[in-house]
């Protein structure tokens, strides 16, 4: 029986094409985005000790509370914002699923979501899968940056929402704040949501400022904050990621979560909060352990 399949336009995804061909050509895999580096020991034995303690079972549905509380912790000593830890963040499988959770939770069908070119491939799909349509807009070919002008011109009576990347896969460019006053200028009036993908949120270069949604209150009550801990601890199959939303936001993303993976890896989730309360010095520090290796 053959399905009407409901992506037609998707295939396998390029990542997996670039890891085949790596591994067959013994070449350097330049198109995945996962750290060769080895996790930090520190993580790997606070999450074994975890498992050895007996906590194995079902985690809560919106993440374990240590978790939450470092997360809320972490949002206030690098963007100065204040989260509550249990109505504001949501723990989830990888930043992957929070992106299609925050879709879903607020884009009905026939609705539209501008997407900012090149992008991670997840979105459109997503977007799909919601019945609404990707709107693409392009970024500058020479510098990746964002033609708010342009931006603007795309919304239409059906825009629903707006996808922002920095620092962006996968050029590594980042919205400065001057960006970030020009996205609130354009989305102020509307009834537009934004999710801001922040997951290489530390991997930054040349003492840069992330411009995190989180440092503006006009942006943060709209927005969907995304970032993941895959890329920052250099262990990206552990697929640990989270949602930081206002708490009506962080409502209609948890109606989807529970019902899509529910929870998430329970002990990793023990180790990186561990991680973030004791050790914030490898996140913080992550940019210049980079910056030595150009």
């Known amino acids: 029986m053959q399905p009407n399949t409901k992506l037609p336009k998707v295939g396998t995804t390029i990542f997996t094409v670039m890891s085949q061909l790596a591994a067959e050509h013994g070449a350097v895999n330049l198109g995945q985005g996962f750290p060769d580096f080895s996790a930090p020991q520190r993580l790997i034995d606070e999450t074994a000790r975890a498992m050895a303690a007996g906590l194995n079972q079902y985690p809560p ?3 374990v509370a240590p978790l939450r509380q470092a997360i809320a912790q972490k949002a206030l000593d690098c963007y100065g914002a204040q989260v509550d830890a249990d109505s504001e963040i949501t723990v ?3 930043g992957t699923e929070a992106i299609f959770n925050a879709i879903h939770a607020v884009v009905r069908a026939g609705e539209e ?3 900012l070119d090149p992008a991670y491939d997840c979105y459109e799909p997503a977007i799909d899968l919601a019945g609404a349509r990707a709107v693409h807009v392009s ?3 020479q ?3 964002v033609d708010w002008d342009r931006v603007r011109a795309a919304i239409t009576p059906r825009t629903r929402m707006l996808i922002v990347n920095t620092p962006h896969n996968p050029s590594g460019a980042m919205l400065s704040a001057q960006d970030m006053q020009a996205l609130a200028e354009v989305l102020r009036g509307t009834q537009i949501y934004l999710i801001s993908d922040e997951v290489y949120e530390h991997i930054i270069y040349d003492g840069r400022r992330h411009e995190s949604a989180l440092r503006y209150p006009e942006l943060r009550e709209r927005t969907f904050v995304i ?3 895959g890329k920052t601890y250099h262990c990206t199959g552990w697929k640990i990621g989270y949602a930081i939303a206002p708490p009506a936001l962080t409502a ?6 529970q019902y899509n993976t529910f929870t998430s890896f329970g002990p990793a989730q023990y180790g990186f909060a561990a ?3 004791d050790e914030p010095e490898h996140h913080l520090e992550l940019g210049a352990f980079y910056q030595a290796k150009r």
Request: proline share 4%; hydrophobic share 45%; net charge positive.
């Open 61 to 63: 549905m919106t993440g």
């Open 92 to 94: 989830t499988s990888g």
């Open 113 to 115: 979501v501008i997407v």
């Open 139 to 141: 970024l500058d070919p």
């Open 143 to 145: 510098t990746f940056a």
């Open 227 to 229: 970032s993941s801990f």
């Open 252 to 257: 209609e993303f948890r109606k989807v979560h």
């Open 275 to 277: 991680m973030i309360r």
